[in-house]
């Protein structure tokens, strides 16, 4: 976000090799492999950032190539990001067009519909999530990574994006053309990984986000820095509650297979490994207009 201005720290040395790359270390929601880009931070605005990473080309191969193995999930993932979108909804127009960019299988355009919405369309680069989606869906789902002049300017009523943009090369052709699509007072959601979290703070370089698919990664404070740049107004930085069961927190943490394994049997034992605990601070999101 600074440019030629800013000033970097390393924050954790590279542990990838290029060879051991494919698209299953692509796939979403994978348990944590530990594998990441060098990391760095600006010490002027406090980004975090991976750099240098793959060619853009050859990243967006692998998220074509790449699946997302999240059912069991979704309930959990509409609950937390409706319970957000609905600070917007009153204050969209009667019959809202929405665009949501990394759409997956279009879980969540689908539960929108449910609302009554119907004008809704979708991005995603993965051939076979998209195949995944709703029969009325897939010809609204553009299968592609989400790029400039993909739509018509002024074309949307809000974009949503939840758990994209910390995969983005460039954010700011990114956030231009997020920008550029929206009508004048359209909404922009998004929900990204919150580096200010006690998880992040707590395991360092073991927090499972340090990854190789996230290349930027936020705080409330870079979050609302990159949109108030590009122009944006009416500005909320938000804790977006998680609603995940205890056994998917357990699989995703950073701790050894042996104790991962005695704490997901006890959860098995006394039958609580499907009793949804809600979490905050582990997310954040942000919500703002087009000015």
Request: charged share 25%; aromatic share 12%; with cysteine.
């Amino acid at each position: 976000m600074c440019g030629k201005n800013q000033r970097t720290e390393v924050l954790y040395k590279s542990t990838f090799n290029k060879r051991q790359i494919t698209s299953v270390t692509y796939s979403a929601r994978r348990p944590p492999d530990r594998i990441h880009y060098k990391i760095l931070k600006c010490q002027k605005c406090g980004l975090i950032f991976s750099s240098p990473v793959l060619e853009p080309s050859k990243i967006t191969e692998f998220y074509r190539e790449s699946v997302c193995s999240y059912d069991e999930q979704i309930p959990y993932l509409i609950k937390a990001y409706m319970r957000e979108f609905q600070r917007i909804e009153p204050f969209l127009p009667q019959n809202p067009k929405i665009l949501e960019i990394g759409c997956g299988n279009g879980f969540f355009l689908e539960a929108l519909k449910k609302r009554g919405i119907k004008d809704l369309f979708g991005v995603e680069p993965s051939p076979k999530m998209v195949s995944e989606a709703p029969s009325y869906l897939k010809k609204r789902i553009t299968s592609d990574v989400f790029k400039q002049k993909q739509f018509p300017n002024n074309n949307f009523d809000a974009v949503l994006c939840f758990h994209t943009l910390d995969h983005v090369v460039n954010l700011n052709k990114f956030i231009k053309s997020v920008r550029e699509i929206l009508k004048p007072g359209g909404f922009i959601f998004f929900v990204v990984h919150n580096t200010d979290s006690i998880f992040a703070k707590l395991f360092g370089e073991k927090w499972p986000i340090f990854d190789i698919e996230h290349i930027v990664l936020f705080n409330k404070k870079t979050l609302r820095t990159l949109f108030s740049k590009h122009q944006f107004i009416n500005i909320q930085t938000l804790d977006v509650r998680n609603f995940y069961p205890l056994s998917y927190y357990v699989n995703m943490s950073p701790i050894s297979l042996k104790i991962k394994n005695i704490l997901l049997n006890i959860l098995n034992k006394f039958k609580l490994q499907n009793i949804s605990f809600p979490l905050v601070g582990s997310n954040i999101g942000i919500i703002a207009q087009k000015k």
